[in-house]
């Protein structure tokens, strides 16, 4: 809560909008909503090794689709700290590593909460890079990450239409797209 304060006073300095300044703000509440978040992920049926589809060839040959881990998950979103935890619960629970970039206008809160969850994996007696978080937040950094081919398995933008633009003009990795 204290470095989302700090994010809030500098959002409210540079005059973010009402609407903007709602989605950047944390409380008890949303706190612990997200916290109940991790837990319904953590409780979850593990996904990584199950077999989803399957046939036998006429040879005898088996086929099966089974899931897999993608690797590293990139996930560029703007000024939500709780996709922050969201995404990261979502990258581990399906065996990948989550790489985060937020906007600057919640990077401290983003920091603190990153900060969280690393220190959990390392008393679960996980590594704690299952979890990383790029802090420079400057445009030339989020084109860069876009373009990290070879490091970012697959990118998730969790954004508006003008970072999604962005993606589209910029990205050389590969990248899913919701439905917008």
Partial sequence: IEANRADLDRARTEGLGDAAVDRLALDEGRIESMAAGLRG????????????????RPNGLRVQRVRVPLGVVGIIYENRPNVTSDAAALCLKSGNVAFLRGSSSAIESNRAIVSIL???????????????????TS??????????????????????????DLLLEHATVPYVLDGD
């Avoid at 593990?46 to 036998?56: A, H, K, L, R, T």
């Avoid at 690393?118 to 420079?136: H, I, N, Q, S, Y």
């Fill in 118 to 136: 690393r220190e959990a994996l390392a008393k679960a007696g996980l590594a704690e890079d299952g979890v990383l978080l790029v802090e420079d």
């Fill in 139 to 164: 445009h030339e950094t989020a084109l860069e990450f876009m373009r990290l081919r070879g490091v970012i398995d697959c990118l998730i933008p969790r954004a508006g239409r003008q970072l999604i």
């Fill in 41 to 56: 992920v953590a409780a979850l049926a593990d996904p990584v090794g199950e077999i989803v589809d399957g046939s036998v």
